[in-house]
């Protein structure tokens, strides 16, 4: 009740602080005061947004229509003033029964329906030259489930238990980061040019000094043990490496140098600015074509439904409204070793889909060899399209997570050794168990807010432009968005802080 409270006071107090210059609102089942995630606001002719996972949206105070309508599965569609919006929008439930609606096939199954699905792609989704104002957001999440590091034997007094467990204190367990892309692609499915206007970075790094520090007592140690004459080797289970005494001290002394920081000259920094915007910009274009080469239709992609449909099991759940069309309500579960479950909602006339969800039910791929594992076993995701006066289908909202779980557990041997080929003589040794489970995540969130018909001559003549506006900050800005059509932060984000404030590029 008091978090809820809270939780709802602060939302509106924010609300009213940026109803200058934008209109924001969240969206709540009227029944169970639930938000309602990934709803979409239309706010113009081609403009729209998807409300985020927490129901929440905002759209430009300017350029807006004197009303907007707001669409969501399962929802009556309603049409609300812009002067009217308060803070909280309520969106009643809507079922829909078989004897509401007139269907010419209403004994076609869950596979007959992802048939139709597939031979409509060419006829129902814009294959042609558009251009697409858009805001892409990556999130990316890493996190340490275990990490031991189990001393069994050392004769350098140093370097025992307590030691290793000040390593395993001072590793950071958690980190976060986000990149966000605001700009215009042109293009297609097949080829894109994306050209940013804004774009951010929160970055979080992890907290070098403790490292740095417990690195350095590690390396003063074992300069202490080598010398002219001396070797160091390192060997986990059969695998092994020798390393010269002064080999090892040299690169010790060039890997500390190399970490001194250096000054620059103003070429230099206006260099690495300009690398830096071509960079960013790339990175941004990359983003872009993976999320529409993922489509569904596409071939060898990872989620392989529509090729594969054999190795799926569909069903007709029920039918839904959704913008202003009836569908179907289509699940799918693997047989035959298949890697996804998840619905599909598909338009009851013309089979294009209106919306799809999709997850992993095992790991896509897995390796272990010799005590080292990796698996991936996130892949989840969702495609929202919305259809245009024209009856052609364009994406709204993609979104895509993919995740990592990499394990570790192997013995590893320190030795210092001093001698040749024909003798040597085992000075100091370290042998001790690893043991590390870590996990990454990352998700792509790209929402599409505007279309634009585009001529093949105007985009083969437009060129890209590396002037746009580039920030890195180690803590939320709610200020940097101000005006702008984007993807509103979650929870998390808003409550992101690093170690420093901010710095511009």
């Given at each position: ?487 509103e932060p979650n929870a998390a984000i808003k409550a992101f802080t690093a170690l420093e404030e901010t710095t511009e590029l």
């Amino acid at each position: 009740m008091g978090r809820s409270f809270f939780y709802f006071f602060f939302f509106l107090f924010f609300v009213q602080l940026s109803s200058a210059q934008e209109i924001s609102a969240q969206l709540l089942d009227r029944v169970s005061k639930q938000p309602v995630p990934y709803a979409t606001i239309q706010y113009g002719t081609n403009k729209g947004v998807v409300t985020n996972d927490e129901g929440i949206f905002s759209i430009p105070s300017e350029g807006t229509d004197a009303t907007i309508s707001i669409s969501s599965l399962g929802y009556e569609t309603v049409e609300v003033d812009i002067v009217k919006i308060k803070g909280i929008i309520y969106l009643e439930p809507q079922s829909i029964q078989l004897s509401d609606i007139f269907l010419s096939d209403k004994n076609l199954t869950g596979k007959e329906i992802i048939e139709r699905v597939i031979a409509s792609v060419d006829s129902n989704y814009n294959f042609n030259l558009t251009k697409k104002r858009f805001f892409f957001r990556r999130s990316y999440f890493n996190k340490i489930n275990q990490l031991d590091l189990e001393v069994e034997n050392s004769t350098i007094a140093e370097l025992d238990q307590n030691f290793m467990n000040e390593v395993v204190d001072n590793i950071p367990h958690y980190a976060d980061s986000y990149n966000e892309y605001f700009g215009d692609f042109y293009g297609n499915y097949d080829k894109q040019k994306v050209q940013l206007i804004k774009a951010a970075k929160l970055d979080n790094p992890v907290n070098e000094e403790s490292l740095e520090e417990i690195t350095g007592r590690m390396e003063k140690i074992f300069q202490k043990k080598i010398g002219e004459g001396t070797y160091v080797k390192i060997k986990s289970g059969i695998i092994g490496v020798k390393v010269d005494g002064m080999e090892f001290q040299e690169e010790i002394s060039e890997t500390n140098e190399a970490a001194k920081p250096k000054i620059k000259t103003p070429e230099e920094l206006e260099k690495e600015k300009a690398d830096k915007q071509k960079e960013v910009q790339a990175v941004a274009g990359k983003f872009v074509q993976r999320q529409l080469r993922k489509m569904f239709w596409n071939e060898d992609n990872t989620f392989d439904v529509f090729e594969k449909a054999r190795k799926y099991r569909f069903a007709v759940d029920g039918y839904a409204q959704l913008d202003n069309s009836v569908v179907y309500v289509i699940s799918f579960e693997p047989k035959r070793g298949a890697d996804f479950k998840g619905k599909i909602y598909v338009n009851t006339e013309d089979f294009g889909v209106h919306r799809l969800d999709y997850e992993n039910v095992k790991a896509i791929s897995s390796f272990k060899l010799f005590g080292i594992s990796t698996k991936d076993d996130v892949y989840r995701g969702k495609m929202i399209f919305s259809r245009g006066m024209d009856g052609k289908y364009n994406p709204k909202y993609l979104e895509q997570e993919d995740g990592t779980t990499v394990g570790i557990d192997r013995p590893l041997t320190m030795m210092v050794k001093k001698g040749n080929f024909l003798w040597n003589k085992k000075l100091d040794e370290l042998d001790m168990e690893i043991r590390l489970s870590n996990s990454d995540i990352s998700k792509f969130e790209l929402v599409v807010y505007e279309d634009d018909p585009l001529e093949e001559s105007d985009y083969e003549s437009f060129q890209i432009s590396d002037n746009y506006e580039y920030q890195v900050f180690k803590k939320y800005n709610p200020d940097f968005w101000n005006g702008y059509n984007i993807i509103e932060p979650n929870a998390a984000i808003k409550a992101f802080t690093a170690l420093e404030e901010t710095t511009e590029l």
